[in-house]
């Protein structure tokens, strides 16, 4: 269940920081990858050797290393991990994220984080019981962070009662259950994902077509799929595997690809246009091989049906995802396609950044809304994916 999965364990200054290497022993065991963020009185309660050594990665404290000056980015921090897990989490650092107090690293990367959030309250049972806390953690509830809960017996203080952190197994079980609702959070949801080229044939040997490999719009759909939603792949050519669990339809033309979508699109949730589909496509077809001549050669087009804005005229309470990709002014042109096609919102990848676009492993985009674009750093297209999916969550879960 963890396997590969990008945890940031951050850790307040609290007595019972001593669990923290266990947690991250545990963490680390179960395959995941964690980073660890502290806070400078954390470093009091354990040391960042311990950490270091347990979670086989240098320890972030300081927004900078005073040494050389370099910048420990808590944005790109916060785009990497999974799940930021604060444990354990005073009371002083969970008033703190209740208002948006950015004093530290560790509570600058809880205002970039765009993860699920889980927190281990540990705390004297007075403190864990006053008013201000509960209001704090109340607060963070409603902010959308799971509040793993404390358990009764010995304190610190000698007192017994409740406020020790969760034993590190159960944090680890809890986690785990995290990552197992998130698997099925989009259950009961159907989604159409239109992925690769389509291909306009000019006579029975050639065609116009792209060079879109369906890489990233498998992507999208194996994410869904991953989450608990039934997927239908309107798939263009391509050598790809059929994502597991994926229902898939081939087709070829622009043509083909609008009347497999038209009516599907009604039995959805929604939809992400991922495909490259041909904007113009031969006015007619040869039934034969044309054969060359001496001069130039003209084949008049004619424009295909734009797919996106059809269902984007007939959404209702659909969700409708987009895809730009540009050449130049990228992102008023994105934005002139989110409106125009009514999407939620547009994925933007342009051709002009390294390691975007067709055919490879990797994508750089930037989500647009009609309210904000978020720019996200290289990653695989799987990764792009599962942002996406995100968005795709946060806005039904919004609705
Ligand atoms: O397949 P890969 O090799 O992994 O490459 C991925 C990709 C680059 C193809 C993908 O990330 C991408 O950007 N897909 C959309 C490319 C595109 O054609 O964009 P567009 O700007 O022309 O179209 C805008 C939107 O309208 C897209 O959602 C497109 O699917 C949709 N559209 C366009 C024309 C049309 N006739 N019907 C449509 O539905």
Redesign the pocket.
């Known amino acids: 269940m963890l396997k590969g999965k990008h945890i940031i364990l951050g850790i307040t200054g609290s007595i019972a920081a001593y669990k923290s290497a266990v947690l991250c022993r545990l963490l680390v065991a179960a395959g995941a990858e964690v980073k660890v963020v502290m806070t400078p009185l954390a470093k009091q309660f354990i040391t960042p050797l311990t950490m270091a050594t347990v979670s086989q990665n240098p320890i972030l404290v300081e927004f900078f290393n005073p040494e050389n000056g370099e910048w420990n980015s808590h944005v790109k921090l916060g785009e990497w991990a999974d799940l930021y897990l604060i444990a354990p989490a005073s009371a002083n650092t969970m008033a703190k994220m209740a208002h948006g107090v950015a004093d530290n690293l560790l509570l600058t990367t809880y205002l970039s984080a765009r993860c699920p959030v889980a927190v281990a309250p540990a705390m004297d049972l007075d403190m864990y019981a006053h008013a201000a806390t509960q209001r704090n953690m109340a607060q963070l509830r409603q902010d959308g962070v799971h509040i793993i809960e404390p358990g009764s017996g010995f304190l610190a203080s000698g007192l017994i009662g409740k406020g020790r952190m969760a034993e590190p197994a159960d944090i680890v079980a809890a986690v785990e259950q995290l990552f197992e609702k998130k698997k099925s959070s989009l259950a009961c949801r159907r989604f159409l994902v ?4 389509t291909i306009e044939a000019i006579d029975p040997v050639r065609f116009i077509s792209n ?7 498998y992507a999208v759909a194996e994410a869904l799929g991953a989450r608990g939603a039934e997927v239908v792949l309107v798939s263009g050519r391509t050598s790809l595997d059929t994502p597991h669990g994926v229902q898939r339809i081939d087709v070829l033309s ?1 043509e083909q690809m609008y009347n497999e979508c038209k009516n599907r699109f009604a039995e959805c949730d929604g939809a992400v ?7 113009y496509t031969p006015a007619a077809v040869a039934d034969h091989k044309l054969k060359k001549g001496d001069g130039e050669m003209n084949i008049p087009l004619k424009r ?6 059809e269902l984007g005229a007939n959404k209702g309470g659909r969700l409708l995802v ?5 050449t130049e002014n990228e992102v008023e042109n994105a934005q002139g ?1 989110l409106a125009r ?1 009514n999407f939620d919102f547009i ?1 933007l ?1 342009s051709l002009k950044k390294e390691g975007a ?3 490879g492993d990797t ?1 750089v985009v930037t989500l647009i809304d009609s309210e904000r674009g978020v720019e996200l750093p290289l990653m695989s ?1 799987r990764e792009v994916a599962e942002k996406i999916v995100d968005k795709i969550e946060n806005i039904i879960n919004s609705k």
Not at 211 to 217: L, N, P, V
Not at 273 to 279: E, T
Not at 304 to 309: L, N, V, Y
Not at 322 to 326: N, P, R, S, T
């Open positions: 239109t992925a690769g080229a060079h879109s490999s369906g890489k990233m719009g622009a246009m991922c495909a490259a589909v041909a904007d295909t049906r734009d797919i996106a804005a987009g895809f730009a990709m540009e396609k096609k994925v990848n676009g067709f055919r994508n297209k």
